[in-house]
């Protein structure tokens, strides 16, 4: 893997990850751009005791443009993108309209491959296992910066989620705090070991295990499954069989079996919903251990897949129990929805 370190015509930082170690990126961004005008601000909400990115400056962001001016593409003659080379395999930049910045955190935006009509369920194995590479390395580059606290990797796919961009892509956010759900999990966690004097997510996964009804899938270093208590209509965790709290502590054979996991996982969310339906949207969300918190060590990667689609042509909306009172109510029961998935396995 060869790292390409590179800054934008604003002196946003672009990172090139290519799979050839002699591949060269000297390309420059000719464009007249204005320095990055960020005026992000976290506000703590006195009530919740959690925290919110005002952001306004993303009101101006790009907004579904048409293929031919994504911004995402490699440039080419006369039609400047943010990526200054004509080709690339991986590419990270800080995004231009970000809802984190400066003493805030960091926003960086992850692009999967230089191919504009790609899903990251169409990708090769190589090319899943660049993007972990390249995620991994963004986790350890914002572990050094002192205003991150924790580094979350994700993927919105599809417009029903809210993606303006068409090009197959996900996001970095560097947190300034450590986030509400990764604080419930580690207070979870904390209160089990009080009891049992165990890990709780090696209990979690071994039940799991154990039951087999909500397994989907099992590979020789990582298991799927939808949780016990799913919140969403079809919702899978995927963890590595040893434990680690990030990306950066993956051993080898996990990191070379991952690509195969992830992309069947991913292959078989666009076959749930039959032949003819629309590609299923899904959030994809990598959870890690934040960087300087005690019991850090006992916190397990995981990454979580879901979708918002309840059945064909209805999504599930966040209405009021949901977002007024934080209930969730899932009209899919977990072990069908396991069901399901394994059903739709590749041939
Ligand atoms: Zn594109």
């Given at each position: ?15 090139y ?26 506000r ?44 690339y395999?991986v ?39 660049l ?6 390395d963004?986790?350890?580059d ?65 039940r799991?295990?154990a ?37 950066r ?23 749930i ?26 916190f ?33 029961p ?6 399901r998935l ?6």
């Open positions: 893997m060869k790292k390409t370190v590179t800054t934008l015509a604003d002196s946003r930082e672009l990172i990850y290519d799979s050839a170690d002699d591949t060269v990126r000297d390309a420059v961004d000719p464009r007249p751009l204005d320095a990055v005008s960020t005026s992000s601000e976290i703590h909400d006195a009530l919740l005791g959690d925290s919110v990115a005002i952001a306004s400056h993303r009101q101006g962001r790009t907004y579904h443009p048409p293929a031919d001016e994504c911004p995402l593409c490699p440039s080419r003659e006369g039609r400047h993108s943010e990526i200054p080379d004509t080709d395999d590419a990270v930049f800080e995004n231009r309209f970000p809802s984190l910045a400066g003493d805030s955190g960091r926003c960086e935006v992850v692009c999967f491959t230089s191919d504009h009509d790609v899903s990251f369920a169409g990708l090769t194995d190589d090319q899943a296992a993007v972990l590479e390249a995620w991994t963004r986790t350890a914002l572990a050094e910066l002192p205003q991150v606290a924790q580094v979350f990797c994700f993927e919105n796919r599809g417009a029903e989620i809210g993606v303006t961009l068409g090009h197959p892509h996900g996001q970095i956010y560097g947190y300034p705090f450590v986030t509400p759900r990764t604080e419930q999990m580690l207070r979870s966690m904390e209160a089990h070991r009080a009891d049992t004097g165990r890990n709780l997510f090696d209990d979690v996964v071994a799991e295990l039951d087999g009804e909500r397994v989907v899938l099992e590979g020789e270093h990582w298991v799927a499954f939808v949780p016990y208590a799913a919140h969403w209509p079809y919702e899978v965790h995927l963890h590595p069989r040893r434990r680690v709290p990030d990306l502590e993956l051993d080898e054979a996990a990191r070379t079996e991952f690509p195969q996991v992830y992309l069947e996982l991913l292959r078989r969310f666009d076959r919903f039959g032949p003819g339906e629309p590609p299923t949207p899904y959030i994809s969300a990598w959870h890690q251990a934040p960087f300087r918190v005690p019991g850090r060590e006992e397990a990667l995981h990454l979580e897949l879901f979708t918002i689609r309840r059945t064909t042509g209805k999504l599930k909306f966040l209405a009021g129990s949901e977002s007024g009172m934080g209930v969730f109510i899932n009209d899919v977990p072990e069908a929805a396991a069901q394994r059903e739709v396995a590749s041939e």
